[in-house]
Antibody, heavy 118, light 111 residues
């Protein structure tokens, strides 16, 4: 059974940093591309960042480009999102999701809440 | 990077059919057959319901179906059931610059 478990969320002040983790199990992690998607309170889903299985190809949404950094450790079956220069509008539940290989997300974690507030 | 446009809400009685539209542009929905749909119950993670416009993952009831015409994709739920009440989001691949764009979301209510 595929399992994705996010952690690392919490309360941070504007301008601060936070590092999210996503622990994967139940599949060959390094064979799958991965994505972060976020959802602000009461709002819709927003794609944040993508990383290929080997980590060589990375994309970011314009809203986080230059501030967020995605990475992965295939030996530890883990996905990361380093978030710097956080803003109030980054407040959201952050989900990690497994890419199917055909431009859709076939499994999602339960999410971790990031709150940016002074 | 504008979101795909969905109606805020649709509703139907048990057993009826409802259709949720998802309107994009010629840079996303109109050019790629990579539209997916996700169901989200309150406080839960999204769940894949439809991929590649009209394909259903195993385990998703066949009363869920998808289609596309031009820049608009659609999700139809036939034989509406109480457990179908949820938020639904479309998503389209949009090329190597924008990458992915989600819809604004639609609340489906079972009357």
């Amino acid at each position: 059974e595929v399992q994705l478990v996010e952690s690392g969320g919490g309360l941070v002040q504007p301008g601060g940093s936070l590092r999210l983790s996503c622990a994967a199990s139940g599949f060959t992690f390094g064979s799958y591309d991965m994505t972060w998607v976020r959802q602000a309170p009461g709002k819709g889903l927003e794609w944040v960042s993508y990383i290929s299985g080997g980590g060589s190809t990375i994309y970011y949404a314009d809203s986080v480009k230059g501030r967020f950094s995605i990475s992965r450790d295939n030996a530890k079956n883990s996905l990361f999102l380093q978030m710097n220069s956080l803003r109030a509008e980054d407040t959201a539940v952050y989900y990690c999701a497994r890419e199917s290989g055909s431009w859709y997300f076939d499994d999602w974690g339960q999410g971790t809440l990031v709150t940016v507030c002074s | 990077q504008s979101a795909l446009t969905q109606p805020r809400s649709v509703s139907g009685s048990p057993g009826q059919s409802v259709t949720v539209s998802c309107t994009g542009t010629s840079s996303d929905v109109g050019v790629y057959n990579y539209v997916s749909w996700y169901q989200q119950h309150p406080g839960k993670a999204p769940k894949l319901m439809i991929y590649d416009v009209s394909k259903r993952p195993s385990g998703v009831p066949d009363r869920f179906s998808g289609s596309k015409s031009g820049n608009t994709a659609s999700l139809t739920i036939s034989g509406l059931q109480a457990e179908d009440e949820a938020d639904y989001y479309c998503c389209s691949y949009a090329g190597s610059y924008t990458f992915y764009v989600f819809g604004t979301g639609t609340k489906v209510t079972v009357l």
